[in-house]
């Protein structure tokens, strides 16, 4: 493994000591759980593209993309100033000059017209509901482009035909997989970005989460 992952998991360790950036504090578990799960989404990422993860958190899955494919453009997206400062010194301290980190929520974010519908993949690690992260990052994808919603053991048990209907979307496939090395079930989702998502999508900071579609 590139050894600028062993330097992102002494930042993450370091970091995590002021705030809170995740449970996971073992370096085997780092490894695992957080850099061997982001990269399972490589296979669905075209070459030379660009790729938003919304609520990357401590930066994953967008990081370790970013550092397994140079040819991707990485765009970082979080709510919380801290956290965007910590990628921010990651960025710095592994010379990745493909990535950008921004500090928005996704509600904002997905309205802005300088990101609206301009990357070929968004991507988010996150624990939300599926019409919660379509609302979110369906409005940021190109059209013909795609979605990669990375899930839990119970995803596919989901419901959210409404949601891929209101914004625009087209399920293309659920792939289910145990995480190798572990017992955790995963499941990914791609989702084709095969209409235009209305300009009321997403709605303003808090409803996506309040009354999912």
């Not at 409005?139 to 035909?161: C, R």
Request: with cysteine; aromatic share 8%.
């Amino acid at each position: 493994m590139d050894p600028r992952f062993d330097k992102y998991a002494e930042l993450l360790k370091d970091w995590n000591t002021r705030i809170n950036l995740t449970a996971i504090t073992d370096d085997e578990e780092i490894r695992v759980k957080h850099f061997e799960d982001s990269l399972t989404i490589l296979p669905y990422i075209k070459e030379n593209s660009t790729l938003v993860d919304v609520g990357t958190g401590a930066g994953f899955p967008g990081i370790p993309v970013a550092i397994a494919r140079p040819d991707v453009n990485v765009t970082l997206v979080d709510s919380l100033e801290k956290r965007v400062k910590f990628l921010n010194c990651v960025v710095e301290t592994l010379g990745l000059t493909n990535v950008t980190c921004i500090h928005s929520r996704a509600e904002d974010f997905g309205k802005n017209p300088d990101y609206r519908e301009k990357f070929d993949h968004a991507t988010a690690r996150a624990v939300a509901s599926m019409p919660v992260l379509l609302e979110y990052c369906l409005p940021l994808v190109k059209a013909g482009g795609s979605f990669i919603a990375m899930k839990g053991a119970n995803a596919a048990d989901e419901k959210f035909d409404k949601a891929l209907k209101v914004l625009g979307g087209k399920l293309k496939a659920t792939d289910k997989f145990v995480l190798e090395g572990t017992d955790m079930e995963r499941c990914i989702f791609t989702v084709e970005k095969a209409g235009k998502t209305p300009p009321q999508y997403p709605r303003k900071a808090g409803l996506p989460t309040k009354k999912p579609l």
